[in-house]
């Protein structure tokens, strides 16, 4: 990657594996030696345990009733997809390891075991971390946001850049809102072969879309007061010619 922005202010492991899980819309699991994948059919309760609408049919059932009691028994798999288009476009992997057990009309599955993936490698969770979290605040909105971001008002993400270390930006032919989180905004740093993170933090947490919009305006104030990379000023001189 080569970048050295440093990275500060970033949600927990445990945070951000329940943000992952509030997010996501579909999800894959494994059980009894099948693997079938469920889209909108999945909710979260408050302490992290998953119910899981399937169809009658399903072969989940059978394989929750013949399961030993609370023995791990399936898998469950989330992706966290960036919402806007970029390279290497899923920035974490989330697996619940754990037991089905029938509820009404659905299956509620127990996480005994946590494990998230991100860039930075895999990390497996506590149980009472992942049960006692919460997911960021911002995590259902954070589509919305960052497709509104790169898509209405890309010159705020080129001003933004101002807040970047030049070393980061050499060689960038493109940048991008990759993720945004109560702590702070993440860029996604393109070039021709590779690709680098660089997080701007907050100045405060933001706890709702109406603080988050005080944070980025607090940031793009800070970016006016910078000077303009050299990096993207060479850019618009190559491009003007």
Not at 46 to 54: H, I, M, N, P, Y
Not at 137 to 166: K, M, N, S, Y
Not at 187 to 209: K, W, Y
Request: with cysteine; glycine share 6%.
């Amino acid at each position: 990657m080569g970048d050295t922005q440093d990275w500060t202010a970033a949600p927990g492991a445990a945070e951000r594996a329940r943000s992952v899980l509030a997010a996501a819309w579909s999800c894959a699991v494994t059980a009894d030696g099948v693997r079938e994948e469920y889209v909108g059919a999945h909710t979260v309760t408050d302490d992290g345990r998953v119910r899981l609408s399937v169809p009658d049919d399903s072969g989940l059932f059978a394989a929750a009733l013949c399961a030993p009691r609370q023995e791990p028994s399936a898998l469950l798999e989330f992706a966290d997809v960036a919402p806007v288009p970029v390279r290497n476009r899923v920035r974490a992997r989330l697996w619940l390891s754990g037991w089905f057990a029938p509820s009404g009309d659905a299956l509620l599955f127990r996480p005994t075991r946590v494990v998230l993936r991100q860039s930075s490698g895999p990390v497996v969770i506590d149980l009472d971390d992942f049960t006692a979290a919460r997911p960021d605040p911002l995590a259902g909105a954070e589509a919305h946001l960052l497709t509104h971001l790169a898509d209405a008002h890309p010159d705020a993400v080129e001003r933004l850049t101002r807040l970047v270390r030049p070393e980061s930006l050499h060689a960038a032919t493109r940048v991008v809102p990759l993720a945004v989180d109560r702590h702070g905004l993440t860029l996604r740093i393109e070039r021709s072969r590779a690709h680098g993170d660089v997080r701007l933090p907050f100045h405060a947490p933001a706890d709702d879309v109406t603080q988050l919009t005080e944070r980025m305006h607090v940031l793009l104030a800070q970016a006016s007061a910078a000077a303009c990379p050299r990096a993207l000023q060479r850019q618009r001189a190559d491009g003007d010619g």
